[in-house]
């Protein structure tokens, strides 16, 4: 443990924009701390910068810094009281937590925020996580080039379901978990047949539920971030395979996606969506995105509720380099069927949630 003044380390850094991200001031009071910096660097005042820095040195007159897992927490105590009459935009004039963090941005991947702590990381999830990045790069090179032999025969004869590419990867899915984790399934005679189009949703909580749910075996039109496909071999079998390319910021690529997918089940495919739209960090359902069942609303086709339960706890989101030990547990829930995105969202995420709760439950 070890006392320092905070003053000496914020005023010896440059005050412009990279100056502040080097403090890496976080939380709601710190941001008051922030706008005070930039008050201070361009004030024409002196008396403004000389009050400031005095109110600085004061609202910041100790720190207890302690270390663990590498990371320095600075608590600071500061006076309630403090009140700036002139800079409005400083201090609201009301009274101000009790305790400010002021920590990094690396500070928070071994907190509960990042959903697995740094601290607790074992060697051997690390050493499993390499293995199976190792595992699926050299199954993905060989089975890739019997993908590209077989793409021109695709195209010519099943364009938009391309059951022969998904075939491949199931295979690449299934030989890369293997050796890692089992999956268990239930409810597989709720799956339509692989000639009838759906809707397919699923709860998403970590990178390998890509690879759990390719192991179903149904050729169903992933929606993926554009910048994926340029990734070498994985980005290149999902353009052969007709992976949905989405820009997600982009508005318009968001309703040519909608389109796309309605035009891909009309011509007999399916699609999936992750209706949270990001991964889980806690393993709790986020809020679930109407685009999916506006799509099957429209096209008349069922939606297929899927929850995946313990991909989360083995590659937990943020923590894509560890592979911990666990299985994995896909349960598909009988299809819904209606002409309300809405009530067929409501009813897609309450079998997916009841499931969830199950699981925690047991």
């Known amino acids: 443990m070890e006392i320092v003044s905070l003053y000496h380390h914020a005023f010896s850094l440059p005050l412009h924009r990279s100056g502040y991200q080097e403090l890496g001031l976080f939380g709601t009071s710190s941001s008051l701390l922030m706008n005070g910096f930039r008050s201070l660097q361009y004030s024409s005042s002196l008396h403004q910068q000389a009050y400031l820095g005095n109110t600085a040195q004061y609202y910041c007159f100790s720190s207890i810094i302690k270390k663990r897992a590498r990371v320095s927490w600075c608590y600071l105590t500061p006076n309630e009281n403090l009140y700036n009459p002139w800079h409005n935009n400083l201090f609201s004039g009301k009274r101000n937590g009790r305790y400010i963090i002021v920590r990094a941005e690396l500070a928070k991947m071994g907190t509960h925020e990042a959903g697995y702590p740094l601290s607790v990381v074992p060697l051997s999830s690390k050493v499993r996580g390499t293995f199976f990045y190792a595992t699926t790069a050299i199954t993905a090179i060989f089975l890739f080039m019997l993908m590209l032999v077989a793409h021109p025969f695709v195209l010519l004869m ?205």
């Open 158 to 362: 099943d364009r938009y379901r391309r059951r022969i590419h998904y075939s491949i990867a199931k295979m690449w899915a299934s030989l890369t978990i293997a050796p890692f984790f089992r999956i268990k399934y239930e409810g597989l005679e709720n799956l339509p047949s692989t000639n009838s189009p759906a809707v397919f949703v699923s709860n998403h909580q970590s990178f390998l539920d890509i690879y759990t749910l390719l192991t179903l075996g149904r050729s169903f039109k992933f929606i993926s971030k554009t910048a994926i496909f340029l990734f070498p071999i994985i980005g290149w079998a999902m353009f052969m395979m007709g992976v949905i390319p989405l820009k997600r910021m982009d508005s318009r690529s968001q309703l040519d996606c909608l389109k796309r997918c309605m035009e891909l089940i009309r011509k007999g495919a399916s699609v999936f969506f992750f209706p949270e739209g990001t991964r889980s960090k806690d393993g709790k359902l986020g809020t679930f995105k109407k685009g999916a069942f506006s799509v099957a609303a429209k096209t008349k086709v069922p939606v297929v509720p899927i929850t995946l339960v313990g991909t989360g706890s083995i590659m937990p989101a943020g923590f894509e380099g560890i592979l911990n030990q666990g299985f994995v547990k896909v349960v598909i829930h009988k299809p819904v069927i209606g002409s309300d995105p809405e009530a067929l969202c409501n009813e897609a995420r309450n079998a997916i949630a009841d499931a969830l709760s199950k699981h925690v439950d047991c």
